[in-house]
């Protein structure tokens, strides 16, 4: 099962409300990832946990807020949103064992963000 | 600055016939090369993946050919059929969890 889910499918959220986006894995893969991607684009690399903690986060804006509750778990929690934050969000896991950091990223379908 | 670069941004192709995608990369330390297919509206899915110490791999009608010299490797779709029309990146890894990933070559197979 290579499977990594991502609930809710679609959000439009307003630029004052709180949301989060949740993401769920059942691999035993202990890397976990947040991408955002703009339409004909690639993805962009926002955080990655491994071993539930933060190892990267890419300058991200202070209104994006991620939270790695367990090994199977990753959330986005959204605040003070801008327009042009709406995109594809997608999360992604690997193995992610000691120097491995290299092997297979899985993603999940995405959660389609709209900012009003 | 996009560490790997792929062309074509998008080539449309008949049925039966060969796609064919290029990258190129600089940075020496990368040593895992993945290529990921992407439906509209889904998540990319991986497609088929390389490393440095083999020239090519084949599964199935996808090939990845890989030049090291050149730092540059290719995607080869055989017998193309309307199902692959998706959109295609190349992606390059070291041991630093990132993937850099290609533009994005968006492939139509025309029946």
């Known amino acids: 099962d290579t499977e990594v889910t991502q609930t809710p499918k679609h959000l439009v959220m307003g630029m004052t409300n709180k949301k989060s986006l949740k993401c769920e894995q059942h691999?035993?893969?202990?890397?976990m990832y947040w991408y955002k991607q703009k339409a004909k684009k690639p993805p962009e690399l926002m955080f990655v946990y491994s071993y539930e903690k933060l190892s990267i986060n890419e300058s991200v804006p202070s209104r994006f807020s991620p939270e790695c509750p367990n090994s199977s778990l990753l959330n986005l929690h959204l605040h003070a949103l801008q327009p042009e934050d709406s995109a594809l969000y997608l999360c992604?896991?690997?193995?992610?064992?000691?120097?491995?950091?290299?092997?297979?990223?899985?993603f999940g379908p995405g959660t389609r963000l709209l900012v009003l | 600055q996009q560490q790997v670069k792929q062309s074509p941004q998008s080539l449309i192709v008949q049925k039966g016939g060969i796609s064919i995608i290029n990258c190129a990369y600089e940075n020496t330390a990368f040593d895992y090369f993945p290529w990921y297919q992407q439906f509209p509206g889904k998540g990319p899915a991986l497609l088929i993946a390389?490393?440095?110490?083999?020239s090519e791999k084949k599964e199935g009608r996808f090939t990845i050919s890989f030049n090291k010299s050149a730092k540059q490797f290719s995607l080869h779709i055989m017998d193309s059929q309307p199902g692959d029309s998706a959109t295609y990146f190349c992606?390059?890894?070291?041991?630093?969890?990132?993937?850099?990933f290609g533009a994005g070559t968006t492939v139509t197979v025309r029946a």
């Open positions: 992604a896991s690997s193995q992610g064992s000691q120097g491995r950091r290299r092997e297979t990223q899985y």
């Open positions: 390389i490393r440095p110490d083999v």
């Open positions: 992606a390059a890894a070291s041991n630093d969890y990132k993937l850099s």
């Open positions: 691999m035993g893969h202990r890397a």
